[in-house]
């Protein structure tokens, strides 16, 4: 799967630049604030459009950044199914970037990037990088 990056919710730990609670997070993407958080991969539909993967066990995601951290390039082949609570248009930012996103906006590593959000697009923004 090409993911672009990912956000991991926590109930007391929101990713720097995001201003909205978690509460409020969870409400404006249509999940319920539970305590284990949420993990939400930001990838493209097959019609090249971005999409928000909002799964329910965050454990992968949290191995998939720590494997980012150490300069080992690892993508998922796809969620499985049971974890995938919805799909949305449109990203969830900010997130940490994938490494390929990383060097097609010319970071050195994966970094945490804010990008532009699109008001039309409910969860986040339309920009593609690169």
């Known amino acids: ?3 672009a990056g990912v956000v991991i919710l926590r109930p007391h730990a929101v990713p720097a630049g995001m201003e909205e609670s978690y509460t409020e997070i969870c ?3 249509g999940v319920e604030a539970q305590p284990e958080g949420w993990a ?3 990838a493209w539909a097959r019609d090249g459009q971005p999409v928000s993967i909002v799964l329910a066990d965050s454990s992968g995601t949290e191995g998939l950044l720590t494997n980012w951290a150490h300069g080992i390039e690892v993508y998922p082949v796809t969620p499985l199914p049971a974890q995938v609570v919805l799909t949305r ?5 900010p997130m940490t970037l994938s490494p390929a996103s990383a060097r097609r906006l010319g970071a050195a ?3 945490c990037r804010t ?3 699109d008001s039309d697009a409910s969860g986040g923004s339309a920009a593609t990088p690169g």
């Open 27 to 29: 409400a404006r993407l």
């Open 89 to 93: 248009q449109g990203w969830v930012t």
């Open 40 to 42: 939400i991969w930001n």
């Open 109 to 111: 590593r994966p970094t």
């Open 115 to 117: 990008l532009p959000m």
């Open 1 to 3: 799967m090409k993911l």
